[in-house]
């Protein structure tokens, strides 16, 4: 018999089928595996991995089960994770999820989290009172927590020191940020007059993003208040957006934006930068990509917004979500004790990955006080445990990243404003431009019919 | 009757055409009908059309009715009737994103391809050996993904070390400490010019190919007559690119409504004071925050302006004209 449409035609379909069933075929065999992991455990985070691959084999010897690591892209677990929970498909039982994210899981009625409720275990367990406190906010949302810090992120500047002491800085008088700037403008110039600046005092990137966000933080001034609302419209906002701009723009600007990789080396090692903001994770990158400099560079503690101040603030952060789908939550729970705070495991995970962890107990031990010849032998864990409970707290809301961008956009128009008119009137325009960007993301908040409170018990939301 | 030449026939006769007007008939016409079952075709074409129903069709209406409600993620949705139009309509940003996109698109259009068909006219006038050569250079950006563009052009941007602003300041004294990615005035030149060094080639490629259509006589023709370049241009060579150009210009300008990869990958976001944000970046953004209705909505306010500016094109070139 032949087919009625040429053998051309005959081989495309057979060709499209045959792969069609090959396909078919491996996914089932994936599917309906044996050996299926008891507990599937995804980070987004690659540095973590190191640390946690062994810890994890001691785990599975002495608990009888497997445990599936995987590494997923962040982008994917923001994106993916929230959709997949909400329609059944399958998640892992525990999730590492990235600072500013934990809105997007959020953004609905509590009752459609898709994320185990772990309010109540965090108290039986007296969690609350041995990590640092600051540390919940990044991962509740109205009152309930969804996650566990991995974290506590404290931020100090990292400068080249010898370059400093050439200078005749003595940074340990750099205590406030008014004598920095002064400092800065001495330091900030054109030396051989070709109309370029050959050194900076700082390195702020120039659109202000986490830079700005973490100065607000140390001020005490904030996207959104304890209740949820747009407070970043404050005249202490202001003042900071106007401070950053000054420093960022104009003839007497102390700072140039380094920006990340290659570049942040080049401009740390030719020291076009002194000063680099520092929190506890990037002291790993600096020393990882800026070899050079070993021995070279220090840390000292931010200056304070007025004297006695607070010295610190925060960037960045890691929590630990269960999705209520996970089929295991007690040997979940277990391993995420295990990793997270065991103390004789958080000791020598420092030396390896450089990040303070918020379980207060474990910062006795020994690793923590060993000197860094890098930094010039300070000892880089305890400069960090002095900042730590001075840490700010920053609570997760849906529409942060929303008011993010819109702090943005008020802080470019004010940098405008400032290349115009100078400082007549800035303060008073960066305040109407906050104000009318605040109102904006409350227009944004206001029309979620998700978070308005009549709905948040009501089922009637849900499809 | 045979028509022929001094040579011998060069024409076939009628009676031959007929004939071989019959062996190239379809098969499945009245001479030559297929014979099995009636319903086998519909067989073979079925995986086509329960494709299409499943992966266009049936997302096409369930994005119109998902514009109507607003959503938290796939699985929670509450009607709000037409409240994510007036939102979109209402909304700054989305202004914003759609005066970026037509300042864009007006800088594709009128820089672009411009200098797509200068560049081609070029190659076309000259016949040496390195034609080729110069073709292919100038193609290759086209075969780079705009993300690796995004990612090396934000390289060559970087204040003081990029190669950009080094090669600007040696060249002009000018441009070294330039935040192209930082300045919401840079912003969108730095987007038009990655988008020349990456489309220019690809659009010359189409003009080459309508001047090399064009009838060497009529050009030699109009030589004969007294007109100059100018003239020929104008008269022969426009009239016969026209259709290309349509094509050209139409498929530019969705393409420019349709950006997205490059300014997120170049700007990693929406630039400073949105200054890169594109109608298909707002989309997204509520794409990604669990707002399904009001980025289907967007999605067809998006959908009609584009189909509303290609109609415009297309009636302003004059094609549809001539095709009747």
Redesign the interface.
């Known amino acids: 018999m032949q087919f009625?449409?040429g053998n051309a035609a005959l081989t495309l379909l057979v060709v499209s089928v045959l792969t069609g069933l090959g396909i078919g075929i491996v996914d089932v065999r994936k599917a309906t595996r044996l050996d299926k992991p008891d507990i599937v455990f995804a980070t987004f985070a690659k540095d973590h991995l190191p640390a946690y691959i062994p810890a994890i084999e001691k785990f599975e010897k002495e608990n009888h089960c497997k445990v599936q690591l995987q590494y997923v892209d962040q982008p994917t677990v923001?994106?993916r994770l929230?959709?997949a929970m909400?329609?059944g498909a399958e998640v892992p039982d525990m999730v590492e999820i990235l600072d500013g994210t934990m809105g997007?899981f959020t953004?609905?009625p509590l009752e459609?989290v898709g994320f185990v409720d772990l309010t109540e275990k965090i108290k039986e367990n007296g969690l609350a009172d041995k990590l640092v406190k600051s540390r919940f906010g990044k991962w509740s949302s109205r009152g309930h927590l969804y996650a566990l810090p991995h974290d506590v992120h404290p931020v100090m500047l990292a400068y080249r020191r010898d370059v400093c002491e050439q200078l005749g800085i003595d940074v340990s008088k750099l205590t406030t940020w008014d004598e920095f700037v002064r400092v800065g403008r001495q330091v900030t110039k054109d030396s051989d007059g070709d109309?370029?600046?050959d050194r900076y005092m700082i390195d702020l990137?120039?659109?202000g993003g986490d830079a700005l966000r973490l100065l607000m933080l140390q001020r005490g001034a904030r996207l959104f208040d304890d209740k949820g609302n747009v407070c970043f419209d404050d005249e202490l906002t202001a003042k900071t957006v106007c401070w950053y701009v000054r420093q960022t723009s104009g003839k007497s600007k102390i700072s140039?934006?380094a920006?990340w990789g290659?570049?942040f080396a080049?401009?740390m090692q030719d020291a076009?930068c002194l000063f680099f903001i520092c929190p506890d994770w990037r002291t790993k990158q600096i020393q990882a990509d800026v070899s050079a400099v070993k021995g070279k560079m220090a840390l000292m503690p931010l200056p304070a917004w007025e004297p006695g101040g607070i010295r610190t603030s925060t960037w960045g952060g890691t929590g630990l979500a269960f999705p209520k789908q996970g089929k295991n939550f007690d040997l979940a729970w277990k391993l995420a004790m295990y990793l997270y705070y065991d103390p004789e495991q958080l000791g020598p995970r420092f030396l390896d990955n450089y990040i303070l962890p918020p379980l207060t107990s474990a910062w006795t031990q020994p690793q923590f006080n060993e000197p860094d010849p890098f930094y010039s032998n300070q000892r880089r864990g305890m400069e960090y445990i002095k900042l730590a409970p001075q840490v700010p707290d920053e609570p997760a809301h849906?529409y942060a990243?929303?008011a993010l961008?819109k702090l943005?956009?008020a802080y470019?128009?004010v940098v405008?404003h400032y290349e115009k008119n100078g400082d007549d009137g800035l303060e008073e325009f960066a305040l109407a431009e906050l104000k009318r960007c605040a109102e904006?993301v409350r227009v944004m908040v206001d029309?979620?019919?998700?978070l308005r409170t009549d709905?948040r018990t009501s089922k009637?939301?849900?499809? | 009757m045979s028509l022929t030449t001094p040579q011998g026939p060069a024409i076939a006769s009628v009676k031959e055409i007929n004939r071989a007007g019959d062996i190239l008939k379809p098969r499945g016409g009245p001479n030559n009908s297929y014979r099995g079952p009636r319903w086998a075709p519909y067989i073979f074409l079925s995986p086509y059309f329960l494709l299409t129903a499943l992966f266009f069709i049936y997302p096409l209406i369930s994005a119109a009715v998902l514009a109507f409600y607003q959503t938290n993620g796939p699985s929670y949705r509450k009607y709000v009737g037409l409240e994510n139009f007036r939102f979109i309509l209402g909304d700054p940003d989305f202004h914003t994103a759609i005066l970026n996109t037509l300042v864009f698109a007006c800088g594709s259009v009128f820089i672009q391809l411009p200098l797509s068909l200068a560049l081609a006219m070029m190659l076309n006038a000259r016949s040496d050996r390195f034609k080729s050569l110069f073709r292919l250079a100038i193609f290759a950006p086209n075969l780079v993904g705009s993300v690796f563009v995004g990612i090396l052009f934000m390289m060559l941007f970087t204040p003081r070390y990029g190669l950009f602003n080094q090669f600007l300041q040696t060249l002009v004294g000018w441009g070294l400490e330039q935040r192209w990615l930082a300045d919401p005035s840079l912003v969108m030149p730095a987007i038009i010019i990655c988008t020349l060094w990456m489309y220019v080639g690809f659009n010359m490629i189409y003009f080459l190919a309508a001047l090399q259509n064009v009838d060497a006589n009529l050009v030699e023709a109009a030589k004969i007559d007294g007109a100059g370049p100018a003239s020929i241009f104008w008269n022969v060579t426009r009239p016969a690119i026209t259709p290309v150009a349509t094509f050209v210009v139409v498929t530019s300008t969705i393409g420019s409504f349709n950006l997205y990869e490059l300014p997120f990958t170049l700007l990693q976001g929406s630039g400073p004071n949105n200054s890169g944000l594109f109608a298909v970046t707002y989309l997204y953004n509520y794409f990604n925050s669990q707002d399904l209705g009001t980025a289907a909505a967007v999605g067809w306010v998006l959908a009609g302006m584009i189909f509303a500016v290609s109609l415009i094109q297309i009636f302003l070139s004059g094609t549809t004209r001539r095709d009747r």
């Open positions: 009625p449409y923001k994106g929230q959709a909400q329609v997007t953004s609905g459609n109309g370029v600046y990137p120039a659109d140039f934006p920006g290659q570049n080049k401009t076009t849906t990243q929303t961008g943005s956009e470019q128009n405008l904006r029309r979620n019919v998700f709905d009637g939301a849900a499809k």
